[in-house]
């Protein structure tokens, strides 16, 4: 069931989005070459905490009883999301995703940004530019009136352009009193199909794109890889459904 957030739930939903895009700022500074991924989990996690919010992600189950152990998911080259940061240490070339999730006073924001460590290669450059590209094009679709489908639309047919392969197993999703709700949005998909969508519905649109095939292996309790162990991006916002442009709301 979608649900449509009231004025104060939204206002709650901005107070989170703000706190989180807040913990990755103070945590930017950390992404370089020889940082300990350790440092960024805990930048990130004393951040939410010091502005009233509490790490959603930390001892989330994966419904298998598998706790997730951090604050941030940190997934590295061929992880496409849900690494754990485990004192992992960057490096130079290294294409990194750093999910956020935080709830403030029962409501959840969710956001994820890809980062390069030091010099990276043009096509590596290339991916983290068409995915972030794919993220604006996204969301330049979500309004009211408009399907949800073509949201999907606009990621894939952007991404597959440059040959780049589109998760389908991983979607974004609706989010407000819990972190995933309906909607399910997922990032490909033919336009003109699916719910329409309303002012003052929220979700999290996160285009999650491959520098190879669009298929991925689940290893473990939680980490999701490329099948080809090719390079990965993921960038994700928050956002409130208008009549017009969605407001962001894990943006600064």
């Known amino acids: 069931m979608i649900h449509i957030k009231t004025e104060a739930e939204i206002e ?15 945590a930017e500074h950390l992404m370089v070459p020889g940082g300990n991924a350790d440092d960024v989990n805990r930048t990130v996690e004393e951040y ?11 001892n989330q189950d994966n419904g298998r009883g598998a706790k997730f152990p951090a604050a941030v998911c940190f997934s590295i080259d061929e992880e496409v999301v849900h690494g754990i940061p ?3 240490i960057m490096r130079e070339g290294m294409i990194i995703g750093v999910d956020i999730g935080v709830v403030y006073k ?7 940004w890809t980062y390069g460590i030091g010099e990276i290669s043009p096509e590596g450059r290339r991916l983290m530019d068409v995915t972030l590209r794919c993220l604006e094009l996204a969301m330049a ?20 352009s440059f040959g780049f392969g ?5 979607v974004g999703h609706g989010v407000g009193k819990s972190l995933w709700e309906d909607p399910q949005v997922p990032n490909y998909g033919t336009p003109g199909r699916g719910p329409m969508l309303r002012r003052n519905m929220t979700i999290a649109i996160e285009p999650m794109i491959t520098m190879g095939t669009h298929e991925v292996d689940m290893l473990g309790d939680w980490d ?3 099948k080809d162990r090719k390079p990965a991006a993921h960038f994700e916002h928050t956002m409130v459904i208008t009549d017009g442009e969605p407001e962001i709301l894990t943006q600064l």
């Open 106 to 112: 029962g409501y959840y924001a969710d956001s994820a």
């Open 86 to 88: 485990a004192g992992r």
């Open 166 to 170: 589109v998760v389908r197993e991983l």
């Open 48 to 58: 939410i905490r010091d502005h009233g919010g509490s790490p959603a992600f930390k």
């Open 224 to 226: 999701v890889l490329t």
């Open 141 to 160: 679709e979500a309004k009211a009136g408009a399907r949800l489908s073509n949201i999907g639309h606009a990621v894939q047919s952007y991404a597959e």
């Open 12 to 26: 709650l939903m901005r107070q989170a989005g703000k706190i989180l895009a807040g913990s990755r700022k103070a």
